[in-house]
């Protein structure tokens, strides 16, 4: 008999998975079982869950359950059916990225800091190319976003010439704690 182990879902896309055993990657695919008791696409794995399972084939993981999350980021899908899509679980803080330029939505911030807060983690704001922008510019940003987060929310600003960017993060980088980066697709692929 094999016996089971607790590994952790880093990969999930179209049923395929990977997961994070004993600090080696291993290819995962869902058991039947698990696949037909769940109820709904959401009972099953998402990144950042600690699935139960067992190795089979030397190199390869059979999921059989996950372990109860702690926290649970979900988006409503864009689609005319208005299912609840889950996206990861587990993660204790998600940065919010958003520029200092025309990029910048107070209606968007607000959306992504509603899923923060109803997910469990704890959400920062980074607010990028602060580099481009002058000193009053920047503090328009600013108070728009305390004027959206109730100024409840830290705030982390990044640009080629902003000095211990790497201290900003680091409270919230602690061995044990997922942390994901939540960005609109404009942002990500601008320079």
């Keep these: ?67 109860p999350r702690h926290t649970l980021i979900q988006r409503h899908n864009s689609n005319k059916q208005q299912r609840i899509q889950t996206l990861a679980a587990n993660i204790a803080t998600i940065f919010i990225v958003t520029s200092a330029n025309q990029e910048f939505s107070e209606a968007r911030l607000q959306r992504y800091l509603t899923m923060a807060w109803d997910s469990g983690a704890t959400p920062v ?37 902003a000095s211990n960017v790497a201290a900003a993060f680091k409270p919230y980088l602690t061995a044990g704690q997922w942390v994901t980066l939540l960005a609109h697709p404009a942002l990500v692929n601008q320079p």
């Design 125 to 161: 704001i980074v607010l990028s190319k602060t580099d481009l922008v002058s000193d009053s510019e920047l503090t328009i940003f600013l108070d728009a976003i305390a004027s959206v987060t109730f100024d409840s929310v830290p705030v982390i600003t990044t640009g080629q010439t």
């Design 1 to 67: 008999m094999q016996t089971q182990q607790t590994a952790f879902l880093i990969f999930q896309s179209q049923g395929h998975y990977k997961v994070l055993l004993n600090h080696q990657e291993l290819t995962a695919t869902i058991s039947g079982r698990y696949r037909h008791l769940a109820e709904s696409t959401n009972d099953l794995p998402v990144v950042g869950d600690q699935v139960t399972g067992v190795i089979y084939d030397t190199d390869y993981f059979q999921i059989q359950g996950h372990l």
